[in-house]
């Protein structure tokens, strides 16, 4: 059974989800310094605005939701707590979640047969989300290399010095797959180069082949009314 949302609420959602995640991408860094609650409720409005983006199954809403709320429950509970193993786990429920709705609303957007306006908000959505799930992978690597084999190296060189916050994790990954390459910014770590791979390439097979969908389905359309 497959739960229904009207169009309205979707575009709603996703339109949510597109202004959380350019808050996110654009002012980390202020919010991360000064104001962490502000930052708690960017991540839960992501969480929330991801989680009814789509039109899933019943099983999978409900999956959905509940794993939604743990990490949630989780982030909130950072605030209060301050453990390397919880803020690891953070990660890995926050990497997890985000790559679930990723890969559903790429194949969301090769399923659909017309170029609506939901459509073009979930293409920029997946992207901000692959830039986002890149730098949160770096982060976790980086963790659990200080927590497992007690290494203070990063797995990045910012500016001549290990990374100082997830920020610069979100700045390297965003400028890994547009593929700008400054140069200022630099993986150290055989991790942190593969995984810099796997984001300059992902990024790129994104656009050329979103491109090419998008072209397509909007010129098929147009045959239509022809």
């Not at 809403?61 to 982030?75: D, E, K, S």
């Not at 990660?91 to 609506?116: D, G, W, Y």
């Not at 400028?175 to 984001?199: C, E, F, N, Q, W």
Request: hydrophobic fraction near 55%; charge should be positive; glycine fraction near 6%.
């Amino acid at each position: 059974m497959r739960l229904i949302m009207t169009q309205n609420k979707l575009f709603r959602n996703n339109l949510i989800l597109l202004i959380c995640l350019l808050i996110f991408v654009f002012f980390y860094p202020e919010l991360s310094v000064h104001r962490k609650i502000m930052l708690n409720i960017i991540f839960t409005a992501i969480i929330l605005s991801s989680t009814f983006s789509l039109e899933f199954s019943e099983k999978k809403q409900n999956i959905l939701i509940g794993f939604g709320i743990a990490t949630i429950f989780l982030i909130w509970i950072d605030l209060f707590i301050a453990n390397e193993f919880l803020g690891v786990t953070i990660l890995f429920f926050f990497f997890c979640f985000n790559a679930f709705i990723t890969v559903f609303m790429i194949r969301h957007i090769a399923r659909s047969e017309n170029v609506t306006s939901i459509i073009l908000i979930n293409s920029v959505n997946g992207y901000l989300l692959i830039g986002i799930l890149g730098a949160v992978l770096l982060a976790m690597i980086e963790k659990l290399r200080e927590i497992v084999f007690n290494l203070d190296a990063g797995v990045i060189n910012f500016a001549g010095s290990t990374a100082q916050g997830f920020h610069d994790y979100i700045y390297f990954s965003f400028v890994t797959m547009t593929t700008l390459g400054y140069g200022d910014v630099t993986p150290v770590s055989s991790s942190a180069k593969s995984i810099t791979i796997i984001i300059a390439v992902t990024g790129q097979l994104y656009l050329t082949i979103l491109v090419a969908m998008l072209v397509g389905k909007f010129l098929g359309r147009t045959k239509e009314f022809k």
